[in-house]
């Protein structure tokens, strides 16, 4: 540790400091060279020599080589042989140059990644049509009593669906609303799916009874009459499970990422 400490006080004498020129033949002549100069530079030259003193000092550094034994030591004698003989305009211009790297490498990195998230917002509107085609024709939300001795009320989701895609569905996923219509806030919204026995093949049309537990939040709501079910469709899958059409591939924190993004980087607006 008290190599570490000696590593990080001569670090911090660099970064607070400025020479014309600096000699790296010893830590006493670089420490030295450093006070001598350091009065020379104005506040803003000072600024950018600081900067560029950081990006210098700390590209390339191992870490866990600097824990090791004579790690210290060898990542001190490093740092003398990157500064000796360079004054600060030679260090400001090296600095520039790591952070010109370090801009380019970030902004391949964005567009990269724009590149992938207008695939998947691109996907997701093609997926959102297919969705459209797996209409719900009918839905409704209903209690029916079940039990004789003991009587309780089973929540059911009554759905009438048709396949109008061309593929078979193993699996379809829901999102039901349920709300009356002069009230702006639901009485429930919430996520189901449902496996389909068998499958629904392209064209095929059935209606559901589904029990949802009675413990759950379905069967906790109590709604008025007026209240009316409607159902969106989030997500199909196919005859081997596999997810076929999904609107979660892109969602709002996908959109705020690249909103954020090209507001960093709007040449890449399409």
Do not use: H
């Amino acid at each position: 540790m008290k190599r570490v400490t000696l590593l990080l006080g001569v670090i911090a004498i660099l970064l607070s400091s400025c020479a014309k020129k600096i000699d790296g033949s010893s830590e006493e002549a670089m420490k030295s060279s450093i006070e001598e100069i350091k009065k020379s530079l104005d506040d803003e030259k000072k600024e950018k020599f600081e900067e560029s003193m950081k990006l210098i000092m700390f590209q390339g550094l191992d870490f866990g080589k600097l824990m090791q034994e004579g790690g210290a030591e060898e990542t001190v004698s490093d740092m003398k042989s990157k500064l000796d003989g360079k004054t600060a305009d030679d260090l400001i211009a090296e600095g520039e140059k790591i952070q010109a790297e370090i801009e380019r490498k970030k902004k391949d990195q964005a567009k990269g990644e724009i590149e992938e998230l207008n695939q998947k917002m691109g996907q997701a509107e093609k997926d959102k049509q297919m969705l459209a085609k797996f209409e719900v024709k009918r839905s409704r939300f209903y209690k029916r009593k079940k039990g004789t001795y003991y009587v309780t009320e089973e929540p059911i989701i009554e759905l009438t669906v048709r396949n109008g895609t061309d593929k078979a569905v193993s699996r379809a996923y829901f999102t039901g609303t349920l709300a009356s219509p002069k009230r702006s806030v639901p009485w429930i919204k919430d996520d189901f799916n449902y496996e389909i026995s068998g499958g629904l093949e392209p064209g095929e049309e059935v209606t559901w009874y589904l029990a949802p537990n009675m413990f759950s939040d379905w069967g906790k709501v109590d709604a008025p009459k007026d209240a009316v079910l409607t159902v969106d469709v989030t997500q199909l899958d196919g005859p081997n499970g596999e997810v076929m059409y999904s609107v979660n591939n892109f969602g709002e924190d996908e959109q705020e990422r690249l909103e954020e993004l090209l507001a960093d980087y709007p040449e890449f607006k399409k």
